[in-house]
């Protein structure tokens, strides 16, 4: 890249940082201290503002970069990454978002604690919790350092890894100092920002192919040396058995993954009531819907107009497909307008990276110093709430290192190959236990920590002995093979492995549910009486 795409990107992105610092600091005065502000931003949001924050956190890296570049490269079966992360809105909206908002008051924990013994049931919320938003967070430091290697060129890591760096030191002091409220208000500027830059490029990739669509799909079939194959299932999933099981896998882990997202279940806390909630979960599959209808079109535009060999070459994983793509529609390498069109849309990529890790981060030190430091420690002197968010604060600091050592190690990796593993994880642990403790009034506290383990342990163990972490050249240790386990992504077996787990906790346990919890439970869900 130029010399003049570098400091007009880097001179933007300066601005978004210059912005969302300030509104951070002007929160950071405003606020009143206590654990329901840090938490859910005092639940003062409106159903609209909600709404846009929700797809401000749920419209990642992996969207806007990861799944561009998937389409471009393997064409029809990167798609199955945009119906998958769409239609799980739909198990949100339907079997989630009000009964979490009326039975929990932070945490994806405090709905399964409602009706069981707080402790065991905490700690093992709490731990399922981080490890998905770690996992999560790494996807989007992958996405960060991609970003950054596009603008200098790719030819210094060192550049690279401080960037990382920088993106995590970022979260930490929005998380910190601004808590919810601050976090709420980045989103959605961030979103704001992400439909406008999505929208300004889909229509640039409409008017090179005169508004036809079967033009721009064939002429991405014949760049992509792969004829119509390419407009056909089977590209990437359709090899061997083995790959078509990753393919089930696969959906199964976005479909599910979503309603057990720790991030995505706080955000129905910011609002006052359920019906606020689930009018916030319509508002955000509107918006999430339009911005990936616009990904489709970007997907398949990067590989009509610059090809996959091109985009590859830039990034193996396509991670750079659409700042490549702005580069060539505002004029070329060395354009005005192609170093202001790339300067803009590396600019929104930075800002949905740090949007998104602050909410991520908001939600993993919630989990630490709500559920773990909660459950762990002695009480003591001092208020609980004071105390808990003081933890909060420091566990934000924790969870921003582990991101940047894992995203470091896994920046090679496609971010939405890497958030679709967080999906798996989320979806074999918390999803489960969330199910059964809304549905099932015989389900035990043995059944919920079961539930937890019995997925989120086989789900991590396969991860590391699948072909993602050694035995193949674009693993994270491509010189160790410890592979084995086939599939690439977990969910096939671990979120079956999840509920049975649970069920077979709960039919093995001596304890007798108890009957006024799991009425009051019912009712309280329902109905909203008595929510937080």
């Known amino acids: 890249m130029t010399s003049e795409h570098q400091t007009l990107a880097l ?25 329901e502000e840090f938490y859910a931003g005092g639940r003062l949001f409106s159903p609209m503002e909600n709404g846009f924050a929700i797809a401000g956190d749920y419209m990642s890296a992996a969207s806007f970069l990861g799944v561009a570049g998937l389409i471009a490269l393997f064409g029809y079966d990167g798609l199955l990454y945009v119906v998958g992360f769409l239609v799980a809105w739909l198990v949100v909206l339907f079997l989630v978002a009000e ?109 090179r ?85 616009m990904t489709v079109v970007l997907g398949f535009g990067a590989a009509a107009v610059l090809g996959p060999d091109v985009v590859r070459a830039s990034n193996a994983s396509g991670n750079t497909a659409v700042p490549l793509l702005a580069l060539d529609l505002g004029g070329g390498a060395g354009s005005t307008g192609g170093t202001v069109l790339f300067a803009i849309v590396a600019a929104v990529a930075f800002a949905t990276i740090l949007a998104v890790v602050a909410g991520i981060t908001l939600a993993s030190s919630a989990s630490v110093a709500h559920d773990l430091y909660a459950s762990l420690r002695r009480k003591g002197k001092g208020g609980k709430p ?27 990796l496609n971010v939405a190959f890497l958030v679709g593993l967080a999906f798996a994880v989320a979806a074999s642990a918390n999803l489960p236990v969330l199910l059964y403790s809304l549905f099932w009034r015989g389900f035990t506290t043995r059944g919920a920590v079961w539930a937890v383990y019995g997925g989120l342990i086989p789900a991590v163990v396969l991860v590391g002995l699948s072909p993602v972490v050694s035995g193949s050249p674009d693993a994270l240790f491509p010189d160790a093979d410890f592979q084995y386990f086939p599939l690439q992504n977990p969910g096939l077996v671990s979120i079956p492995l999840g509920f049975l787990a649970g069920w077979l906790g709960t039919v093995t346990s001596a304890e007798v549910p108890d009957e006024a919890k799991q009425a009051e439970t019912e009712v309280r869900s329902l109905t909203g009486a008595g929510a937080a």
């Open 99 to 207: 009964l979490v908002r009326n039975c929990g008051r932070f945490t994806l924990a405090d709905v399964v604690a409602a009706r069981m013994r707080e402790r065991p049931v905490r700690i093992a919320a709490g731990t399922s919790s981080v490890t998905v938003s770690v996992l999560y967070l790494v996807a989007q430091m992958v996405g960060a350092g991609s970003l950054v290697a596009l603008l200098l060129g790719g030819t210094s890591e060192a550049a690279r890894s401080w960037t990382v760096v920088g993106v995590g030191v970022l979260m930490v002091i929005y998380v910190s100092l601004g808590g919810m409220r601050a976090t709420t208000w980045i989103q959605i500027v961030k979103t704001v920002l992400l439909l406008g830059g999505s929208a300004a490029l889909t229509v640039l990739v409409l008017l």
């Open 11 to 35: 001179l933007l992105f300066s601005v978004f940082v210059a912005v969302t610092l300030g509104i951070t600091t002007w929160v950071s005065r405003n606020r009143r201290g206590s654990a």
């Open 386 to 412: 004071r105390s808990e968010v003081a933890v909060a604060r420091v566990a934000a600091v924790g969870v921003g290192v582990v991101a940047i050592a894992l995203g470091l190690l896994a920046r090679d």
């Open 209 to 293: 192919f005169h508004g036809d669509l079967d033009l721009l799909l064939l002429t991405a079939a014949e760049r992509s040396g792969h004829g119509q194959a390419f407009l056909a299932p089977g590209l990437r999933y359709g090899g061997d058995w083995t790959a078509r099981f990753d393919f089930i896998s696969l959906g199964l882990a976005l479909v599910l993954g979503t309603a057990g997202l720790p991030h995505i279940l706080s955000r129905f806390y910011t609002v006052p009531t359920a019906r606020a909630a689930r009018r916030s979960v319509v508002w955000a599959i509107g918006l999430i819907g339009g911005f990936y209808l």
